[in-house]
């Protein structure tokens, strides 16, 4: 992490650790949201913007996980956190180590396509196993962690909670960029073939990216289900997977943070336009369309250029 960058994290974990001084608890929510879906977009952007590698179905961890710790406090009943989170991380973990040799096997779109049909198959197992995954009604009920004695039911205390796990998380996977597996991540992005003449083993190299991905995108997924107290087919979609792609195309894939600021504006549109409009998807849309066209790199690069002479956005 650059020092530009840690100065930028720093300020505004300021700014979200005093946020509910001043937010109502409903925009307080959508921060919390916003946090959670930051973090998953940053897993998925390890992949698409520094393997080189686009998935259309990184909502297969997000979802597992998110089953898995329904299934365990609700179906089983375990009333541990801990024990909820290590879990449902081995089986988001496990999977992608299954899952990841299959779709390594091909490049391109080929890639994207065998990604979507593994994550359709979950989907549609979520969907028909009624009798372990309530089907279209999904799981409502699970709790709130507590943990040492502190209720993390409310809305400030679990955005603090939440704030904290994203912020640990956004900071490892900032650490893992800077490190000289990030880097050899970005040469396999850039020159596939040059990385192997090199002396690297690209595949390698992407297998353990997908999996930290994949270990990322279920720590978001528990967060969320814990949010929401709901679970539903919905967590494994396609949607979900083309949602948080859209949020790292829109925040930039070049940028450490850019996902997370494409996730904050995903989040604000999706709750905040719906209430004007019942078309608030053809304004979304249109808002891709225009950063698509004038901020191809998406909008972190926009908003914080570098204004250094010969200096390239951040």
Known sequence: MSRRHAILALVALAGLAAAPAIMPAYYLGLLTKSLIFGLFAMSLNLLLGKAGLATFGHSLYFGTSAYTV??????????????????????????????????????????????????QVAWGIAHGWRSVTGGDDGMPGLNRPVLAAMNFAGEVPFYYFALVVCAVCALAIAVLVASPFGHALIGTRENETRMRVLGYNVWRYQFAASIVAGLFAGVAGLLFAYFTGYVSPVYLSVTMSAQTLLMVVLGGSTALFGPVLGALIIVLLDNLVSYVTEHWLFVLGVVYVLVTLFAPRGLWPLLFRRRKRGATPS
């Open 70 to 119: 329904a299934f365990l406090s609700l179906r089983l009943g375990v009333t541990s956190f801990w024990l909820n989170a290590a879990l449902a991380l081995a089986v988001a973990g496990i999977l992608s180590v299954l899952v990841v040799p299959l779709t390594l096997r091909a490049r391109g779109t080929y890639y994207g396509m065998i990604t979507l049909a593994i994550a």
